[in-house]
């Protein structure tokens, strides 16, 4: 999809409108970084895509701590054992690139070029991301409720930034991507009841029966609640000084509330994961109950299911038993579960510390003694 988008911009034709299975979704910014992939050729293309994702995975995995032998153990193991991972680097996916961008923006820890300064400020990659793929807009809503507003601003600045750039470039196919999405057509492809989906929304429409050409009102609702107790959650344990678990949690916020959210989006699962086993001062049963849901991602049961989207398969998804249907859905109801214990945890701790069980102001900043990072206020991120 992204080297026949690239191929289209460079013989000067529409890579939106075009009749293919699999339409370019993206904003215009993103087809300009698929140019590359266009220059050289197929093979060339799936060389170069994998080793930079598997040098991207290195880098995230070394940003959360580890060295040495453990370093390469962890990253080959998440390539070859966690689902999402291996689609993604399956399809040519770009799930991990986006994932990373917004991890070395905003996790704390070691840097692999050594720096402890920053040369940009703190948000620059998460506009750049949400620039390419609009869904990661979420890490900037939640910069701003934590107090990291300068952080929030500058991710904006880069969005238009770049957003910009890609007007420049591609006038028309900007005018028509912007233009579509402002009259409500996000342009994604009609997939919503599709097994693989899983966002609250495919969850909805598998159980409900409801149309599946269109997003429905019910699941936007419910979409909008997870949004506000992801978020909610992701804010109460940064406000704790538990910075990597707060983005890890947004960044599953992001994923269970998006109309369509591929099973091969979930890469931050490896993330989360590490973070729940490295971080000791979490609760047991908070840490028990997120690596519950991790597993159930990496290892992702409802794939043993017949893929309806073959020709001549048996099966509809709108069809599934009772059973099937809460195995699709087990994404979606162990990651509420995690959030509702994440809330319940942090809300007991602010109680411990005699704090008020809600953050009242942009300015509080408590920070738990031994936490991650320094009070959100500097808007840095500790290395």
Not at 44 to 56: D, E, F, H, R
Not at 114 to 126: A, F, I, M, Q
């Amino acid at each position: 999809v992204y080297r026949r988008s690239a191929e289209l911009v460079l013989q000067g034709q529409d890579f939106y409108n075009v009749e293919a299975w699999l339409p370019f979704i993206y904003p215009p910014f993103a087809v300009l970084l698929s140019i590359p992939f266009a220059l050289l050729g197929i093979i060339g293309s799936q060389v170069v895509w994998l080793i930079a994702n598997g040098l991207m995975v290195m880098a995230l995995v070394y940003r959360l701590g580890f060295k040495d032998w453990r370093l390469s153990i962890i990253s080959t193991a998440a390539i070859l054992l966690i689902e999402p991972m291996r689609r993604t680097l399956g399809f040519g996916q770009v799930n991990i690139f986006l994932m990373c961008l917004v991890a070395f923006d905003l996790l704390p820890g070691p840097r692999v070029l050594g720096s402890r300064r920053r040369l940009l400020p703190e948000g620059w990659l998460t506009g750049i991301a949400t620039a390419i793929k609009l869904t990661p807009a979420i890490f900037a809503v939640y910069l701003f409720l934590v107090g990291r507003v300068k952080s929030a601003i500058v991710a904006f600045i880069s969005f238009l930034a770049v957003t910009v750039i890609g007007w420049v470039v591609l006038p028309g196919p900007s005018a028509t991507f912007w233009g579509r999405l402002i009259a409500g057509d996000s342009g994604l492809n009609p997939g919503l009841k599709y097994y693989t989906n899983q966002s609250i929304i495919g969850s909805y429409i598998r159980f409900t029966g409801e149309n599946p050409d269109k997003i429905p009102l019910g699941g936007i609702v419910l979409a909008a609640l997870v949004c506000v107790i992801g978020v909610g959650a992701a804010v109460l344990w940064h406000r704790l000084g538990h910075v990597s678990l707060a983005v890890c949690i947004t960044a599953v916020t992001a994923l269970l509330a998006s109309p369509i959210s591929w099973s091969h989006h979930f890469v931050w699962i490896l993330p989360l994961a590490l973070v729940l086993m490295t971080d000791v001062k979490l609760p047991d049963f908070l840490r028990f109950s997120g690596l519950v849901f991790s597993v159930w991602v990496m290892y992702a049961p409802f794939m043993q299911f017949p893929d309806t989207a073959v020709p001549g398969a048996p099966g509809d998804e709108l069809q599934y038993t009772l059973s099937q249907k809460l195995i699709d859905a087990g994404s979606v109801i162990l990651g509420l579960l995690f959030f509702a214990v994440a809330i319940c945890f942090a809300l007991a701790e602010r109680r411990r510390q005699g704090l008020p069980w809600l953050p009242l102001t942009l300015r509080e900043h408590e920070v738990a003694p031994g936490t991650q990072t320094p009070p959100a206020s500097t808007g840095t991120t500790a290395d």
